[in-house]
């Protein structure tokens, strides 16, 4: 496997929101309750990054994206996805709930979750139990997907990712 890739890079500078799941991954309804991760995939290319925003009642993949780059662009990109998908209740309680990786308490993240009526939710920095569920999506997707064979370009990805959400 190599040596691992680092992917969460936080601001401790940036204020950050609350975390308001402390590791109790449950749900009473849809759209109570989205985690959300990416993590990166080695191609013949380069890197490539995958995120994945996850609805805990339902444990389904809401939204996902596959980039070349990991800047905020791309896990908003996710985001739209699942907004359009679920299309969630503005104040209806929905809580999204990230680790505190820079894409996450980025401005224009926060803002489009506030202006669609989100609450953000960080886990604590460096612990991965704080965003366990989304980080066992990852693990599965890696095992499912993507360490059983190489990849040669993002769009052979994009489409194998496509079919195993």
């Not at 389904?60 to 299309?87: C, H, M, N, P």
């Amino acid at each position: 496997r190599g040596k691992p890739v680092k992917t969460t890079f936080s601001d401790q500078a940036r204020p950050c929101p609350q975390d308001h799941v402390n590791r109790q991954f449950v749900a009473e309804c849809p759209n109570a309750l989205w985690v959300s991760d990416f993590t990166y995939v080695s191609t013949w290319q380069g890197f490539v990054y995958v995120a994945f925003i996850i609805d805990v009642f339902a444990r389904f993949i809401v939204g996902w994206k596959v980039s070349s780059s990991a800047r905020t662009d791309f896990v908003l990109d996710a985001l739209e996805q699942a907004l359009y998908a679920r299309r969630p209740v503005k104040q209806g309680g929905l809580i999204h709930h990230s680790d505190r990786g820079v894409q996450y308490v980025s401005i224009r993240y926060t803002e489009r979750l506030v202006e669609a009526g989100i609450e953000p939710s960080v886990g604590s920095v460096g612990d991965s139990y704080d965003n366990a569920l989304a980080e066992t999506i990852n693990g599965l997707y890696k095992a499912e997907v993507i360490h059983r064979r190489s990849w040669p370009t993002r769009g052979a990805v994009e489409l194998e990712t496509l079919k195993w959400v």
